[in-house]
């Protein structure tokens, strides 16, 4: 099937191959009242996959199975490719039961042939959610990464370019490479992008059927093609240049089409990193003198919170009317614009922000001398970015680094505009039904929870509050050394890098074995949480880090208990709070969970006094208060980050209706 006829297929009356040269969904304003009414479903709850639909479409396809178990690799090729084509694809494959069950079949026997893996009937669910355009919630450990496979399989098959977006360049190549052999099955390649990519490697790989890439690669790329002119111009436009000039040799756009998304880690890549929009820049010559950043850094540590400046509750910085006043006179000779005080007031405000909102080994590290922005929901370090308007290199001379040239914006875009101009989207995650009602109003995204293979083993044992984060860190390393000793492993999950390495150097004073895992410690990820699952070991880790990989745990582990998780502070979203409960008791398995926090925890200091006290008793009354600040504050916290991810789309659509950067408005 050809692309523009999968497109029609996908897309009906939506798809107007005349607008655009690319492969896409086009661009639509927005429209108040029929938006309004659309986002009405996002308040239902989310879909849940009954058991009773589940045991149907397994008996459908082990039937199937059973009829074609004796047909060579050759042959059940040839009829996978016939079920293929009879498939209708997007909104109606839910009622597809003639021809659905028998590609689901075919792929079942791949896998158990190629990869040695027979899909459970909850995979096979999984990946009829995702064919279906909805996002898969699915327990942590329930094999996503074949769910996906499964999906793309099937979806390649029909002509359509697939994309499987991971959260990071490992995952990314590791999922390539381990399901390499049941695309090949059907004669299907796939492909994969990485960081450092030449333009030729990267259009190779989206030349696949199927290929796999982090989401800040894919939307880079994309923004590569659309300042290079791709879908940008009319085909009629582009058509009528070729005939001017039949020689010239056309370039090709690095991202041939947005057929299908599966997200993997959907709420992790949808959610959590769409609070800051994707900016493709080059350097520039730096916009501020060293001199004027050097004032405005003095001129900030003489001004006094209250006094001179307020933060507010959103981490915004307020500049109060005798700020100005205050501060030091500016250096002489400066160009007559930095002169004014809305200037002026512009740069101290960034200088009070360097210095108050963003710290060390928190919202950045110091690697060989330059300053690395770590993610604070994953904890990984995101590399070649950088902050605007200053503020990175305010930074920088904060720390006594060499000031970086400065950053001229190029295009940007966020991932909330981007998602939405595949033809079909889908996603998988352990966690989302805290986030359904914004997925469907943003990516039209539906919820469908898919029970566990296996009943859940896992024991959550009662919180316990801290009056200090001295306590706390003691209490952690006690309740670690008392678990390991029954031969449980234990994870430890922090919420920043300083914090990791607190709890590290409690458990070094007290000379018990452990390993650290953080944004210094990148490359090494997956072998530490690989063997996070040894009997008796201890790993210290930011919550997010290691997420898509196992923890297995050896024969003496599971004996014991199975893996015991501390979590440590709680996080703002309820969701990555349960993402790290369930590295434990994954796949039926037996395990714990224990939250041991602090009433200094970020999270509860900015409630009233007043409601943090009782917290830390250890009494009944005490969790019950626990629990009860804990809802007040996780809500007021996914308030402000919604408005927040809400403030950043208009932006970004205000400034493309500015610009007209990619022609229509969205």
């Not at 010239?248 to 089409?257: D, F, G, R, T, V």
């Not at 512009?346 to 060989?368: G, M, P, S, V």
């Not at 989302?432 to 539906?446: C, I, K, N, S």
């Not at 703002?572 to 369930?582: K, P, T």
Request: aromatic share 6%; with cysteine.
């Amino acid at each position: 099937m050809s692309d523009a006829i999968f497109a029609r297929q996908l897309a009906g009356s939506d798809f107007r191959r005349a607008d655009t040269r690319r492969d896409e969904r086009a661009a639509r304003a927005p429209r108040a009242l029929e938006d309004f009414l659309l986002n009405l479903v996002g308040w239902l709850p989310p879909l849940r996959e009954s058991a009773a639909a589940i045991k149907q479409l397994q008996r459908a396809v082990e039937a199937t199975r059973g009829a074609l178990q004796g047909l060579d690799d050759a042959a059940l090729a040839a009829r996978f490719a016939r079920a293929v084509a009879g498939l209708r694809l997007h909104k109606r494959l839910r009622k597809e039961f003639e021809h659905l069950p028998v590609g689901l079949a075919c792929v079942a026997l791949a896998c158990q042939r190629r990869l040695a893996l027979l899909p459970h009937p909850v995979q096979l669910a999984g990946a009829r959610a995702l064919l279906g355009g909805e996002l898969a919630e699915m327990q942590t450990g329930e094999g996503k990464t074949l769910v996906a496979a499964i999906a793309a399989t099937l979806m390649a098959a029909t002509g359509a370019r697939v994309h499987v977006i991971s959260t990071n360049d490992y995952l990314a190549r590791r999922d390539s490479h381990e399901m390499s052999a049941l695309f090949g099955f059907f004669g299907l390649s796939v492909g994969c992008i990485q960081g450092g990519m030449s333009e030729a490697e990267r259009r190779a790989a989206y030349a696949h059927p199927i290929c796999y890439a982090s989401g800040k690669e894919v939307v880079f790329d994309y923004l590569k093609d659309r300042l290079a002119g791709h879908g940008v111009l009319p085909a009629r436009v582009t058509r009528l240049h070729e005939l001017v000039q039949p020689d010239a040799a056309p370039c090709q756009p690095l991202i041939p089409a947005l057929h299908f998304a599966i997200v993997d880690e959907a709420d992790s890549v949808m959610i959590d990193e769409a609070r800051t929009p994707m900016i493709l820049s080059r350097e520039a010559p730096p916009l501020f003198d060293p001199a004027l950043l050097t004032w405005a850094l003095e001129a900030a540590r003489m001004l006094e919170p209250g006094r001179h400046f307020r933060i507010g509750e959103g981490r915004e910085m307020e500049l109060l009317p005798t700020a100005l006043a205050a501060a030091p006179a500016a250096p002489p000779g400066l160009p007559a614009s930095w002169r004014s005080d809305a200037w002026r007031e512009q740069l101290l405000r960034q200088a009070l922000t360097a210095l108050h909102l963003f710290h060390r080994d928190q919202h950045y590290i110091l690697t060989d001398g330059k300053v690395q922005i770590v993610d604070e929901s994953t904890g990984r370090v995101m590399a070649d970015r950088s902050w605007e308007h200053g503020l990175h290199q305010l930074i920088e001379s904060k720390e006594g680094l060499v000031q970086s040239r400065g950053r001229e914006t190029m295009a940007r875009m966020t991932y909330q505009r981007f998602f939405r101009r595949y033809y079909l989207l889908s996603g998988l995650t352990g966690t989302a039904a805290e986030a359904a009602r914004e997925l469907w109003a943003v990516y039209r995204l539906r919820v469908r929870r898919i029970p566990s293979n296996r009943p859940l083993r896992r024991r959550r044992l009662p919180d316990r509050c801290l009056p200090s984060a001295a306590a706390k860190w003691a209490a952690v390393a006690d309740a670690a050394l008392a678990i390991t000793s029954r031969g449980q492993p234990v994870l430890i999950g922090t919420r920043s890098v300083q914090a990791s390495e607190q709890i590290g150097a409690e458990l070094t004073r007290r000379g018990v074995a452990h390993v650290v895992l953080n944004a210094r410690q990148d490359a090494q990820e997956a072998d530490i949480v690989a063997a996070a699952g040894e009997a008796g070991s201890i790993t210290v880790a930011t919550n997010m880090a290691g997420r898509g990989t196992d923890i297995r745990l050896d024969t003496q582990a599971l004996a014991a208990g199975g893996l015991h998780v501390i979590l440590t502070e709680f996080h703002e979203s309820r969701r990555v709070d349960r993402q790290l409960f369930g590295r434990s008791g994954r796949q039926g398995e037996p395990g714990t969970v224990q939250a041991i926090v602090s009433t200094q925890d970020p999270l509860f200091e900015r409630q009233p006094a007043a409601l943090r006290r009782p917290a830390a008793s250890h009494s009944a009354a005490g969790r019950a208060a626990l629990r009860w600040l804990l809802g007040r504050a996780q809500a007021e916290a996914e308030r402000r980050a919604y408005v927040m991810r809400v403030q950043t789309l208009r932006q970004d659509r205000e400034l493309h209706r500015l610009i007209g950067f990619a022609g229509k408005v969205l």
